[in-house]
């Protein structure tokens, strides 16, 4: 009986305390599984809170506060390590950065190129027409490909630079070659050659393709091109967008495993970065690959996907858009839809949409294309001299479609200031017709060039605008010499102008760099060579470090669960080897993460780190994002000097 009684008085006591005797079982099982403490927590929520100590069970972050509060949380159980001062951020999100092509240029050396589908021209030492064709002949006789197969020729050309050199491989790849010539050494096989500038914006194909192309397109083409003809009037193999779009999409067809393979080791060098999230556009082989190494339990990043197939092979989008607009938000918290990508509304450098009045040259590229590619300008058929006349717009016919279908535009590069006005414009018709919600989280990529003009109409139709505010401060030189020191001071991404006329602006690095030296580059302003440009732009730590988390959550479409350092959030956490908030302005570049959590798991820790704590966990990578970069060049068959 007295057995019984204490059994029931148990039982009142656990009523009274709302609880049942299985989950008073239960509450050791709740206790955290990592419990980071003795720090200082910067949180980036809406008040910028500062911690000392955050609590994780599972994935997810169950309490944030003071060592007293977090820790009497703990048990016996809980994993606790004691940062010492040290200073944690949420995970980086990178709004616009192309990790899957890094990955594949730095870690393509262990598979051949017929595993890797991609075929390199050398033009190290090309000084004609015919040393590409040889190149080429030089793979076919390699691979002896069957007829009738797909093939993509990539190239080490770069053009985005003003030398002799760029200048003499421009004139090859422009105008000394075409389909006809790419016919001589590829008559049975429909061939894409790349042109130094990104594919979306330019390629050349032979005739073989162009065959395959128009027999599907021809009435499309003829309407939207964009493509060169020759002398009679007939495409002669150049194509620019969305025409490019058809060819491509051919190529992307990838083994998930060897492509996975080379976005594991970028995964690395990603999360030994602090950045976690990552929002891209990305072909379809791209997102199997990384939806592999999900499946495999070797992917710690997130992906946030631009869609790009749509774009080009929708011939007609106001019929086709709704269904494929149900890709939307599909997917997981790993690898998810976040947009139904156009990929480029213009073109890049000296070939961004712009308004402004050269003064000089920028790249060896500038003839072909005096204003820019300006795709959304009904005018724009493609370069110079060069293109066939069409009578429609399909990219404000894709991008009202994609409003009316809930397509999200985003992920997509918007350089030049004409182009984003141009963009701008086609919002305000867009909400007049389907009003303001049907572009809600609608973003413009790039920033390289805007209009302060802009400013106000960008807040009053609430486009946000991702900024890759390096890329610009070091191209500022470029931009001064083409267009004047004024545009150059007050056109390249003008992030704080924009926020302080309330324009909502994220963080994008789109290079493969460093992003502790873009950080500090946004902060301070400073090129490569020491030169501030922009001085009333210089952000201060705590915007960018919104920009860069909380805010860029938005971006990728799930910030109720990353972005911050909050109760119930996903526990992407990074511990950093120095204060972020007081160091020297101009070495927060040299910051270096000391530990990344993802999904409350430990996924890198630096070897410092790991020695003095003596902290190895299964799966981690322990090392350095210097010895990581070795580890690329060693891939590269670059020498790294040890």
């Not at 955050?54 to 506060?65: K, L, M, S």
């Not at 330019?202 to 005739?207: E, K, V």
Request: hydrophobic letters at 40%; proline letters at 4%; one cysteine or more.
């Amino acid at each position: 009986m007295k057995a019984s009684n204490c059994k029931r008085g148990l039982q009142v006591i656990l009523m009274l305390l709302g609880l049942t005797a299985g989950s008073a079982v239960g509450l050791r099982a709740q206790s955290p599984t990592l419990v980071l403490h003795s720090g200082k927590v910067l949180t980036v929520d809406k008040n910028f809170s500062i911690a000392q100590a955050v609590a994780v069970r599972g994935n997810q972050i169950v309490a944030v506060g003071s060592d007293a509060d977090v820790l009497k949380l703990a048990d016996a159980s809980t994993q606790k390590i004691d940062l010492k001062g040290r200073t944690v951020i949420p995970g980086l999100i990178d709004t616009h950065r192309h990790m899957y092509g890094a990955s594949e240029a730095n870690y393509g050396g262990p598979f051949s190129a017929r595993e890797r589908k991609r075929y390199l021209i050398d033009f190290a030492g090309v000084k004609t027409k015919e040393d590409v064709l040889n190149q080429i002949r030089a793979w076919f006789d390699l691979y002896k490909f069957p007829a009738g197969e797909w093939l993509y020729f990539s190239s080490t050309v770069g053009l985005g630079v003003e030398s002799d050199t760029a200048t003499q491989n421009a004139k090859i790849l422009y105008s000394d070659l075409n389909r006809y010539e790419l016919d001589k050494v590829s008559p049975n096989n429909p061939i894409i050659l790349s042109l130094g500038i990104p594919d979306f914006n330019g390629i050349l194909i032979n005739s073989k393709a162009i065959d395959i192309i128009w027999k599907d397109y021809g009435d499309f083409l003829k309407k939207n091109g964009r493509f060169w003809i020759d002398n009679a009037g007939r495409p002669e193999g150049h194509l620019e967008s969305p025409a490019t779009r058809l060819a491509l999409y051919y190529s992307y067809d990838r083994a998930p495993e060897v492509l996975g393979k080379m976005y594991k080791q970028g995964n690395d060098e990603l999360i030994s970065m602090g950045l976690i999230t990552i929002s891209t556009r990305l072909p379809r082989d791209s997102v199997n690959a990384y939806r592999y190494l999900e499946s495999k339990g070797q992917l710690d990043i997130r992906v946030s996907a631009g869609q790009i197939e749509d774009f080009g092979t929708l011939a007609d989008p106001k019929v086709q858009m709704k269904e494929a607009a149900k890709k939307m938000g599909t997917g997981g918290d790993h690898v998810w839809y976040s947009s139904i990508s156009p990929s480029s509304i213009d073109g890049s450098t000296s070939r961004a949409c712009t308004n402004q009045k050269r003064v000089g040259t920028w790249t060896a590229i500038d003839t072909w294309w005096p204003v820019g590619q300006c795709y959304l300008d009904q005018e724009f058929r493609g370069a110079a001299g060069k293109a066939a006349p069409i009578t429609g717009n399909y990219f404000r016919d894709f991008v009202f479609a994609s409003a009316e279908y809930g397509a999200r535009f985003a992920n997509t590069h918007v350089a030049g200031d004409r182009a984003v006005n141009l963009m701008l414009k086609t919002i305000e018709d867009i909400q007049k017709v389907h009003g303001p919600n049907s572009t809600k989280g609608w973003a413009l990529d790039h920033c390289t060039l805007v209009n302060p003009a802009d400013f106000k109409k960008m807040a009053e139709l609430g486009v946000t605008m991702s900024c890759l505010v390096a890329n610009s401060v070091d191209g500022s030189e470029g931009i001064a010499r083409a267009y004047g020191d004024k545009v150059a001071n007050t056109f390249p991404s003008p992030v704080k102008s924009m926020l302080d006329a309330g324009v909502k602006v994220v963080f994008e690095t789109d290079r493969d760099s460093y992003v502790w030296a873009d950080i500090e580059k946004a902060i301070t302003r400073k090129d490569d060579k020491g030169k501030v440009w922009a001085p009333q732009e210089r952000l201060d730590r705590s915007t960018m470090l919104k920009m860069a988390t909380s805010w860029a959550a938005e971006y990728v479409l799930k910030p109720e669960k990353l972005g911050s350092i909050e109760s119930g959030k996903l526990a992407d956490l990074i511990v950093l080897d120095k204060d972020y908030l007081t160091m020297p302005e101009d070495e927060i570049g040299s910051l270096q993460p000391q530990l990344t959590v993802v999904d409350g798991r430990i996924v890198f820790v630096h070897t410092d780190f790991s020695k003095q704590y003596n902290l190895t966990p299964a799966g981690a990578v322990v090392s350095t994002y210097d010895e990581l970069i070795k580890r690329r060049q060693r891939a590269r068959g670059v020498s790294t000097g040890g």
